[in-house]
């Protein structure tokens, strides 16, 4: 019996050992199980090397009305933002003092002729007198002065009264061409003064048509930046308004801003930019061919971006992950500056699930 009994627990002690050795094979086999992904290959396509700035809107025709006489403003015939023609009256300065020299000159005027026209006969009366021998030389000499003092006593009178006619013009400000009108700082009553430090602003005048688009390019740039450079203008959102390129580029760098100025002419349309307006302005330097992948397949992890690369291993198809540098976005994809090679087929979904070594089946794409 003893013996019977040693042999049964010897058969327990095998069974035993073959169920513990069978547990583990299992458990390798479903970690070996690969997670069905998408792919796609890695390419090489045109990606711009740009930088981006604030650009400045500006119109080649803008105008900041300033007094060029001093008075009370009595009138103000229109409001910001209407639309005005050139020449239409917009203000008028308390114009009764001048309007008072203005006859004065003009009666000095009628005065200086009465005269004028007197010596005229005058001179032309002791002319004949003195020709017949009636008059001495010494009395027709005197009537020719008197007739040229008096002659230049009347033209003298007639520039003075048209300068303050000319100057009566004044005290009616009127737009200096088509366009927009800005701020009205001003109200009826105030005393407006070109002798004021600073001098009293009316309003402006601004003709968005013939826009342009101020950048500031760093100093550092300086080598780069070229008449022709492309340019691509977009609002504050990142929506493309307009490509245009570079027309202009000063000689000088400006001290304060420590850059260089260029301009970009822009053509959009009016109620989409106005003068002094501030968007966004991307210079594009050169068009280089980069690898580029796209969006879902990049992940971030501690501030470094990665991908995985579907990859062969020992016969089978593992996801590798490969850190990148990201260049500009063209379109839905990602230009790579580094970590990838053109042919290489990156992961583009489940990337959440997926760890470095996974084994995963690649489903085309």
Not at 51 to 73: D, H, M
Not at 238 to 250: N, P, R
């Amino acid at each position: 019996m003893k013996r019977i009994y040693e042999m049964g627990c010897f058969v327990l002690l095998g069974l035993a050992m073959v169920g513990c050795e069978k547990k583990p094979a299992a458990s390798g086999a479903a970690g070996m199980q690969a997670m069905p992904v998408q792919t796609a290959a890695v390419t090489l396509e045109p990606v711009a090397q740009s930088s981006e700035y604030v650009a400045t809107i500006k119109s080649r025709r803008s105008a900041t009305l300033l007094p060029q006489v001093s008075g009370v403003l009595t009138q103000i015939r229109v409001h910001s933002g209407e639309a005005v023609k050139a020449g239409q009256l917009l203000m008028e300065i308390d114009p009764r003092q001048q309007m008072a020299t203005v006859s004065s000159a003009r009666a000095t005027e009628r005065q200086k002729k009465a005269v004028y026209d007197y010596n005229v006969v005058e001179v032309e009366r002791q002319r004949k007198l003195f020709e017949a021998g009636v008059t001495s030389r010494d009395t027709y000499d005197q009537a020719r002065q008197s007739h040229d003092n008096s002659k230049a006593d009347y033209e003298s009178a007639v520039a003075l009264r048209k300068t303050q006619e000319e100057q009566l013009a004044y005290y009616s400000i009127r737009a200096p061409f088509g366009g927009v009108v800005g701020d009205i700082p001003v109200h009826v009553g105030d005393f407006a003064s070109p002798m004021n430090s600073p001098a009293t602003v009316l309003t402006t005048v601004d003709e968005n048509r013939e826009l342009e688009a101020y950048i500031y390019v760093p100093t550092e740039r300086a080598g780069q930046v070229r008449r022709g450079l492309a340019v691509e203008l977009m609002d504050n959102s990142g929506k493309l308004l307009e490509k245009t390129q570079i027309d202009f580029l000063s000689p000088q760098v400006d001290p304060t801003l420590q850059g260089i100025l260029v301009k970009a002419p822009v053509q959009t349309k009016l109620e989409v930019l106005r003068n002094a307006q501030m968007i966004k302005a991307r210079v594009i330097w050169s068009i280089t061919p980069m690898a580029v992948v796209p969006v879902l397949a990049v992940t971030r992890q501690g501030g470094q971006s990665f991908v995985f690369v579907a990859q062969t291993q020992d016969g089978h198809v593992v996801a590798h992950q490969s850190a990148v540098t990201l260049g500009d976005t063209v379109g839905n994809n990602y230009s790579i500056s580094s970590g990838l090679n053109v042919g290489d087929r990156v992961i583009v979904s489940a990337t959440q699930f997926l760890v470095n070594g996974m084994p995963v089946v690649p489903m085309g794409g």
